[in-house]
């Protein structure tokens, strides 16, 4: 009996909890859905058959995928989809200088020779809309 009393409030303050969560990340799937179609129509083809390279589109202060695993020695190449809005790319934990600004379609690109977690934003919109972005390099 007193479980119950106890079990319904803690199910809705889980609900509480992770319903903002779960909406935020429906919200980033929507903008990455229409950052492969802004993609395709740029370029006539899906990002992923990109021959050689993994495509990451920066579109509405995201990095789509915000989240990729490559093995060593992928070339990442970074594009622009948005319509007006330049962004850059700073590798944090690399030795490279950031990024120009990137018009919409510019590209820039960086191959990846060491194993880790690498941590990436955009330098002008990281802080104030958390355009951050990580790649995992695996060995
Ligand atoms: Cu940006």
């Not at 889980?14 to 935020?24: G, M, Q």
């Not at 950052?35 to 495509?55: L, N, T």
């Not at 579109?59 to 594009?79: A, E, H, I, S």
């Not at 191959?111 to 802080?127: D, I, K, M, R």
């Amino acid at each position: 009996m007193c479980l119950n009393t106890f079990r319904l409030p803690a199910i809705l303050l889980a609900l509480l909890i992770s319903v903002p969560a779960l909406a935020e990340d429906d919200k980033t799937a929507a903008i990455c859905a229409e950052a492969e179609d802004r993609y395709v129509d740029m370029f006539g083809h899906p990002s992923s058959e990109e021959e050689g390279v993994r495509i990451v589109k920066m579109y509405k202060y995201k990095f789509c995928p915000g989240d990729l695993k490559v093995p060593v020695g992928t070339t990442v190449r970074w594009v622009n989809v948005d319509k007006r809005t330049s962004h850059t790319v700073l590798l944090k934990e690399t030795d490279t200088p950031e990024s120009d600004r990137l018009f919409p379609e510019d590209e820039f690109e960086f191959t990846f020779l060491v194993a880790g977690p690498q941590n990436y934003l955009c330098g002008p919109h990281w802080e104030t809309q958390e355009m951050i972005g990580m790649v995992t390099v695996t060995p």
